[in-house]
Protein backbone atom coordinates (compact mmCIF):
# COMPACT_ATOMS: atom_id res chain seq x y z
CA UNK A 1 0.00 0.00 0.00
CA UNK A 2 0.81 3.53 -0.87
CA UNK A 3 1.78 5.82 2.35
CA UNK A 4 0.00 8.50 2.89
CA UNK A 5 1.94 11.65 2.51
CA UNK A 6 -0.16 15.15 3.45
CA UNK A 7 1.31 18.17 5.04
CA UNK A 8 -0.65 20.88 6.76
CA UNK A 9 1.12 23.86 7.69
CA UNK A 10 0.51 24.26 11.42
CA UNK A 11 -2.17 27.17 12.25
CA UNK A 12 -1.89 28.35 8.29
CA UNK A 13 -4.57 27.81 5.75
CA UNK A 14 -4.70 29.23 2.55
CA UNK A 15 -8.28 31.02 1.75
CA UNK A 16 -10.75 29.33 -0.31
CA UNK A 17 -11.03 30.10 -3.80
CA UNK A 18 -14.23 27.97 -3.97
CA UNK A 19 -15.13 24.22 -4.82
CA UNK A 20 -13.26 23.26 -7.87
CA UNK A 21 -15.40 23.26 -10.94
CA UNK A 22 -16.96 20.13 -12.57
CA UNK A 23 -15.27 19.41 -15.51
CA UNK A 24 -15.93 21.11 -18.37
CA UNK A 25 -18.32 20.57 -21.35
CA UNK A 26 -18.95 16.84 -22.24
CA UNK A 27 -15.60 15.23 -21.14
CA UNK A 28 -16.59 12.00 -20.15
CA UNK A 29 -15.14 10.58 -16.68
CA UNK A 30 -15.06 7.12 -15.52
CA UNK A 31 -18.43 5.93 -14.77
CA UNK A 32 -19.57 4.33 -11.33
CA UNK A 33 -19.37 0.44 -11.31
CA UNK A 34 -22.42 -0.96 -12.23
CA UNK A 35 -24.55 -2.46 -8.95
CA UNK A 36 -25.73 -6.19 -9.23
CA UNK A 37 -29.34 -6.03 -9.93
CA UNK A 38 -32.18 -5.64 -7.45
CA UNK A 39 -35.10 -8.31 -7.18
CA UNK A 40 -38.16 -6.36 -7.70
CA UNK A 41 -39.59 -4.71 -4.25
CA UNK A 42 -36.10 -4.85 -2.39
CA UNK A 43 -34.25 -2.19 -3.91
CA UNK A 44 -33.19 -1.29 -0.26
CA UNK A 45 -29.36 -2.29 0.62
CA UNK A 46 -29.42 -2.55 3.84
CA UNK A 47 -26.71 0.05 5.56
CA UNK A 48 -25.37 -2.32 8.35
CA UNK A 49 -23.26 -4.46 5.56
CA UNK A 50 -20.71 -1.39 5.42
CA UNK A 51 -18.32 -1.68 7.50
CA UNK A 52 -17.54 1.61 8.94
CA UNK A 53 -14.30 1.67 11.65
CA UNK A 54 -14.83 3.86 14.57
CA UNK A 55 -12.72 6.60 15.29
CA UNK A 56 -9.24 5.30 17.14
CA UNK A 57 -10.00 7.43 20.35
CA UNK A 58 -13.32 8.51 21.16
CA UNK A 59 -13.01 10.44 24.23
CA UNK A 60 -10.44 12.43 22.10
CA UNK A 61 -11.73 15.77 20.03
CA UNK A 62 -9.58 15.55 16.38
CA UNK A 63 -7.39 18.08 16.59
CA UNK A 64 -10.47 21.02 16.91
CA UNK A 65 -12.57 22.37 19.86
CA UNK A 66 -16.03 20.29 20.79
CA UNK A 67 -17.47 23.54 22.54
CA UNK A 68 -20.88 23.52 23.19
CA UNK A 69 -21.14 27.35 24.15
CA UNK A 70 -22.22 28.36 21.11
CA UNK A 71 -24.64 27.63 18.02
CA UNK A 72 -23.22 24.49 16.45
CA UNK A 73 -22.72 24.94 12.65
CA UNK A 74 -24.33 22.74 10.47
CA UNK A 75 -21.91 19.72 9.18
CA UNK A 76 -21.02 18.90 6.00
CA UNK A 77 -19.90 16.15 3.62
CA UNK A 78 -19.39 16.38 0.19
CA UNK A 79 -17.86 13.45 -2.00
CA UNK A 80 -17.56 14.68 -5.66
CA UNK A 81 -16.36 13.05 -8.33
CA UNK A 82 -16.77 15.06 -10.94
CA UNK A 83 -13.79 17.82 -9.91
CA UNK A 84 -10.59 15.59 -10.41
CA UNK A 85 -10.49 12.75 -13.08
CA UNK A 86 -7.82 10.58 -11.50
CA UNK A 87 -8.96 11.31 -7.74
CA UNK A 88 -12.32 11.45 -5.54
CA UNK A 89 -12.58 14.19 -4.08
CA UNK A 90 -14.02 14.76 -0.32
CA UNK A 91 -14.80 17.87 1.54
CA UNK A 92 -15.72 18.04 5.02
CA UNK A 93 -16.91 21.46 7.00
CA UNK A 94 -18.16 21.93 10.50
CA UNK A 95 -17.59 25.87 11.31
CA UNK A 96 -14.55 26.58 12.49
CA UNK A 97 -14.06 23.59 14.52
CA UNK A 98 -12.44 20.87 12.85
CA UNK A 99 -8.94 19.85 12.98
CA UNK A 100 -6.82 18.56 10.34
CA UNK A 101 -9.09 15.40 10.49
CA UNK A 102 -5.66 13.16 10.66
CA UNK A 103 -7.87 10.47 12.81
CA UNK A 104 -10.05 10.48 10.11
CA UNK A 105 -7.81 10.25 6.87
CA UNK A 106 -6.23 7.20 8.98
CA UNK A 107 -9.35 5.77 8.58
CA UNK A 108 -10.08 5.85 5.41
CA UNK A 109 -6.88 4.50 4.79
CA UNK A 110 -8.46 1.03 6.90
CA UNK A 111 -10.52 0.92 3.98
CA UNK A 112 -7.82 0.73 1.40
CA UNK A 113 -7.80 3.96 0.25
CA UNK A 114 -5.03 6.25 -0.01
CA UNK A 115 -5.45 10.42 1.00
CA UNK A 116 -3.08 11.57 -2.30
CA UNK A 117 -3.68 15.00 -1.70
CA UNK A 118 -5.57 17.31 1.05
CA UNK A 119 -5.70 20.37 2.14
CA UNK A 120 -7.40 23.32 4.35
CA UNK A 121 -8.66 26.64 3.29
CA UNK A 122 -10.73 29.04 5.21
CA UNK A 123 -13.77 31.54 4.20
CA UNK A 124 -17.25 33.10 5.78
CA UNK A 125 -18.72 29.83 6.16
CA UNK A 126 -15.40 28.46 8.24
CA UNK A 127 -12.67 25.50 7.65
CA UNK A 128 -12.82 23.40 4.61
CA UNK A 129 -10.86 19.87 5.07
CA UNK A 130 -10.36 18.44 1.37
CA UNK A 131 -9.10 15.40 0.65
CA UNK A 132 -8.16 13.45 -2.79
CA UNK A 133 -8.68 9.88 -2.28
CA UNK A 134 -8.17 6.25 -4.22
CA UNK A 135 -8.30 3.19 -3.98
CA UNK A 136 -4.98 1.43 -2.89
CA UNK A 137 -5.23 -1.64 -5.15
CA UNK A 138 -5.61 0.78 -8.84
CA UNK A 139 -4.28 3.84 -7.70
CA UNK A 140 -7.40 5.28 -9.30
CA UNK A 141 -10.57 6.88 -8.29
CA UNK A 142 -13.68 5.02 -6.45
CA UNK A 143 -16.43 3.92 -8.83
CA UNK A 144 -17.71 1.66 -6.21
CA UNK A 145 -21.17 3.32 -4.87
CA UNK A 146 -21.03 0.98 -1.99
CA UNK A 147 -17.37 1.87 -1.08
CA UNK A 148 -18.45 5.81 -1.35
CA UNK A 149 -21.47 5.19 0.99
CA UNK A 150 -18.64 3.48 3.75
CA UNK A 151 -16.47 6.49 2.73
CA UNK A 152 -19.22 9.14 3.56
CA UNK A 153 -20.48 7.35 7.03
CA UNK A 154 -16.50 6.85 8.01
CA UNK A 155 -16.72 10.17 7.97
CA UNK A 156 -19.28 11.07 9.50
CA UNK A 157 -18.72 8.56 12.46
CA UNK A 158 -15.73 10.08 13.09
CA UNK A 159 -17.65 13.75 13.26
CA UNK A 160 -19.95 12.67 15.67
CA UNK A 161 -17.35 10.68 17.67
CA UNK A 162 -14.78 14.11 18.22
CA UNK A 163 -18.06 16.37 17.81
CA UNK A 164 -20.79 14.67 19.45
CA UNK A 165 -22.76 18.07 19.63
CA UNK A 166 -23.15 17.51 16.33
CA UNK A 167 -25.17 14.06 16.85
CA UNK A 168 -28.67 15.96 17.20
CA UNK A 169 -27.76 17.99 13.90
CA UNK A 170 -27.02 14.37 11.44
CA UNK A 171 -29.63 12.27 10.52
CA UNK A 172 -26.55 9.53 11.10
CA UNK A 173 -27.02 10.57 14.87
CA UNK A 174 -29.75 8.69 15.48
CA UNK A 175 -27.62 5.86 14.51
CA UNK A 176 -24.47 6.58 15.44
CA UNK A 177 -24.42 9.73 17.42
CA UNK A 178 -25.61 10.13 21.24
CA UNK A 179 -28.56 12.29 20.67
CA UNK A 180 -30.82 11.72 17.83
CA UNK A 181 -31.87 14.54 15.73
CA UNK A 182 -34.51 17.18 17.47
CA UNK A 183 -35.93 18.10 13.92
CA UNK A 184 -38.20 15.37 12.20
CA UNK A 185 -37.65 16.50 8.46
CA UNK A 186 -41.20 16.31 6.96
CA UNK A 187 -39.46 13.74 3.30
CA UNK A 188 -42.58 15.06 1.37
CA UNK A 189 -41.44 18.52 1.92
CA UNK A 190 -37.67 17.92 1.55
CA UNK A 191 -38.01 16.18 -1.58
CA UNK A 192 -36.89 17.37 -4.81
CA UNK A 193 -36.01 15.44 -8.03
CA UNK A 194 -34.94 17.54 -11.08
CA UNK A 195 -33.58 16.58 -14.55
CA UNK A 196 -32.21 18.45 -16.78
CA UNK A 197 -30.26 18.40 -20.40
CA UNK A 198 -26.59 18.18 -19.90
CA UNK A 199 -25.17 18.41 -23.53
CA UNK A 200 -25.62 15.99 -26.35
CA UNK A 201 -24.69 12.94 -24.37
CA UNK A 202 -26.03 12.75 -20.54
CA UNK A 203 -28.59 14.77 -18.39
CA UNK A 204 -28.37 15.97 -15.05
CA UNK A 205 -30.46 14.61 -12.34
CA UNK A 206 -30.86 16.86 -9.22
CA UNK A 207 -32.57 14.85 -5.96
CA UNK A 208 -32.62 16.05 -2.60
CA UNK A 209 -34.24 14.27 -0.07
CA UNK A 210 -33.83 13.48 4.12
CA UNK A 211 -30.55 11.97 4.64
CA UNK A 212 -30.23 8.46 6.29
CA UNK A 213 -27.86 5.48 5.89
CA UNK A 214 -27.33 3.63 2.83
CA UNK A 215 -29.04 6.72 0.87
CA UNK A 216 -26.08 6.69 -2.07
CA UNK A 217 -26.37 3.39 -2.73
CA UNK A 218 -30.03 3.00 -3.10
CA UNK A 219 -30.16 5.72 -5.46
CA UNK A 220 -27.12 4.48 -7.95
CA UNK A 221 -29.08 1.32 -7.23
CA UNK A 222 -32.99 2.41 -8.62
CA UNK A 223 -30.65 4.31 -11.31
CA UNK A 224 -29.40 1.16 -12.84
CA UNK A 225 -32.51 -1.08 -12.38
CA UNK A 226 -33.67 1.44 -15.04
CA UNK A 227 -30.70 0.55 -17.25
CA UNK A 228 -29.54 3.95 -17.01
CA UNK A 229 -26.09 4.94 -16.23
CA UNK A 230 -24.22 6.96 -13.97
CA UNK A 231 -21.10 8.76 -15.29
CA UNK A 232 -20.15 11.10 -12.58
CA UNK A 233 -21.49 12.86 -9.30
CA UNK A 234 -21.21 15.07 -6.55
CA UNK A 235 -23.39 13.56 -3.10
CA UNK A 236 -23.73 16.33 -0.30
CA UNK A 237 -24.58 16.11 3.60
CA UNK A 238 -25.97 19.02 4.86
CA UNK A 239 -27.06 18.49 8.34
CA UNK A 240 -30.56 16.13 7.91
CA UNK A 241 -30.21 16.48 4.43
CA UNK A 242 -28.63 14.80 1.59
CA UNK A 243 -28.04 16.73 -1.88
CA UNK A 244 -27.22 14.56 -4.93
CA UNK A 245 -26.19 15.50 -8.59
CA UNK A 246 -25.38 12.48 -11.19
CA UNK A 247 -24.41 13.00 -15.02
CA UNK A 248 -26.58 9.98 -16.22
CA UNK A 249 -27.04 8.57 -19.67
CA UNK A 250 -29.09 5.98 -21.80
CA UNK A 251 -27.22 4.20 -24.25
CA UNK A 252 -24.57 7.19 -24.43
CA UNK A 253 -27.20 9.61 -25.21
CA UNK A 254 -29.58 11.94 -22.37
CA UNK A 255 -32.54 10.77 -21.25
CA UNK A 256 -35.45 11.67 -22.99
CA UNK A 257 -38.64 12.81 -21.32
CA UNK A 258 -40.60 9.36 -21.09
CA UNK A 259 -37.32 8.02 -19.46
CA UNK A 260 -36.84 11.56 -17.40
CA UNK A 261 -40.55 10.93 -15.66
CA UNK A 262 -39.84 7.09 -15.51
CA UNK A 263 -36.71 7.94 -13.31
CA UNK A 264 -38.27 10.78 -11.11
CA UNK A 265 -41.41 8.62 -10.12
CA UNK A 266 -39.47 5.57 -9.37
CA UNK A 267 -36.96 7.85 -7.17
CA UNK A 268 -39.91 9.71 -5.87
CA UNK A 269 -41.83 6.51 -4.35
CA UNK A 270 -38.67 5.23 -3.24
CA UNK A 271 -37.70 8.29 -1.25
CA UNK A 272 -40.90 9.29 -0.10
CA UNK A 273 -42.13 5.69 1.05
CA UNK A 274 -41.36 4.52 4.80
CA UNK A 275 -38.51 3.31 5.82
CA UNK A 276 -39.57 -0.11 7.15
CA UNK A 277 -38.65 -3.28 5.82
CA UNK A 278 -40.43 -4.68 2.53
CA UNK A 279 -40.85 -7.75 4.72
CA UNK A 280 -44.21 -6.67 6.11
CA UNK A 281 -45.63 -7.07 2.87
Not at 6 to 30: D, E, F, K, Q
Not at 94 to 114: E, F, I, Q, Y
Not at 195 to 214: C, H, Q, T
Not at 256 to 278: G, M
Request: aromatic share 4%; hydrophobic share 40%; with cysteine.
Amino acid sequence: MVEMAVTVAAGTHRPCSGVSPAASGNRRLAGWRPLAPAAPAKLRLSSPALRVPRAASPAAVEDGSSSNTDTVPTPKVIIDQDSDPDATIVEVTLGDRLGDLLDTMSALRNLGLNVVKASVCLDSSGKHNKFAITKSSTGRKIDDPELLEAVRLTIINNMLEYHPETSSQLAMGATFGIEPPTEVVDVDIATHIDIYDDGPERSLLVVESADRPGLLVDLVKIIADINITVQSGEFDTEGLLAKAKFHVSYRGKPLIKALQQVLANSLRYFLRRPTTEDASF
